[in-house]
């Protein structure tokens, strides 16, 4: 039988681009898409439950410990106290969630820590992955504004956690308030992001998100803490394990297809 190479690498290559196509088009779908990017748009600091009104946020996706008047887990409320201090533009010195006003009308979930409130404190983000595939890398960013307006410093870093009871720290990204404060204090940006790799988040599976603080050194009232411009992202495949094994067969059998064809001319020749 008569050997058409020029068939055989035409079907090998629409093989192998096929192949790479729904390789990378399915690792690269977006975790979770319908929280994709979050920013506090309407949020007036009017507290957290399950079932949100205008001005507050789901409960379903944030948890809050840490403060005098309690915690709650997802799912739960906290529309008062605390958890509901309404907006502001900064300089305030009660403890609690606030709507703060960084600047131009950005509004972001803020906090000011005191004795009892957020010293420490957690805010946690609870995503879900709602693909259809196990996410390995997620490459995540955030802003957080401080308003240092007191001589105390105060923390306010990142951790993740597959389960919400083990988390992982992520030193690169802590940030902490200066001690000395401004002379005229302003909201000022501190923009975060980093790549988290190693992850195995299966498909429908919770992952969560958490910024911690605490007090460092100093004394009097804390400053101020605002958390705005989250975004996640995993991060597409340019290559699979699958994709390289077809790859080795391919060229295999175009090597062994070759050799074949090339020792039955040198033998026809010789007849």
């Not at 079907?11 to 096929?18: A, P, R």
């Not at 192949?19 to 994709?36: D, E, Y």
């Not at 996410?135 to 105390?152: C, F, G």
């Not at 956690?161 to 940006?189: G, Q, R």
Request: charge should be negative; charged fraction near 15%; proline fraction near 3%.
């Amino acid at each position: 039988m008569k050997v058409n190479h020029k068939v055989i690498l035409n079907l090998i290559g629409q093989l192998l681009f096929t192949t790479s196509i729904v390789v990378n088009s399915n690792s690269a779908s977006a975790f979770n898409l319908s929280f994709g990017s979050i920013n506090f748009d309407g949020f007036t600091g009017s507290g957290f439950q399950s079932t949100p009104t205008t001005g507050q946020l789901d409960s379903d996706d944030w948890a809050i410990s840490g403060f005098s008047d309690g915690s709650f887990n997802f799912g739960g409320t906290g529309t008062s106290g605390d958890f509901a201090r309404g907006t502001s533009d900064g300089g305030v010195i009660t403890g609690g969630i606030y709507s703060f006003d960084v600047g131009g009308g950005n509004s972001t979930l803020g906090v000011q820590p005191t004795g009892g409130d957020f010293t420490p404190g957690a805010i946690t983000l609870k995503l879900t992955n709602d693909t259809s595939n196990t996410i390995v890398e997620l490459a995540i960013s955030y802003s957080v504004y401080v308003y240092n307006d007191i001589t105390r410093s105060n923390s306010f870093n990142f951790s993740y956690s597959d389960d919400d009871i083990n988390y992982t720290s992520v030193p690169s990204l802590d940030l902490a308030s200066l001690e000395a404060a401004d002379n005229i204090p302003s909201w000022v940006e501190n923009s975060r992001n980093t790549t988290l790799t190693g992850l195995n988040i299966a498909s429908g599976s919770d992952f969560y998100l958490r910024w911690e603080g605490d007090d460092i050194s100093g004394s009097q009232n804390r400053d101020q803490f605002a958390l705005d411009d989250i975004t996640f992202t995993p991060v597409p495949w340019e290559f699979s394990p699958s994709l390289g094994l077809v790859c080795v067969g391919m060229i295999w059998l175009i090597s062994f297809l070759y050799k074949r064809s090339r020792f039955r001319r040198d033998l026809s020749k010789k007849n």
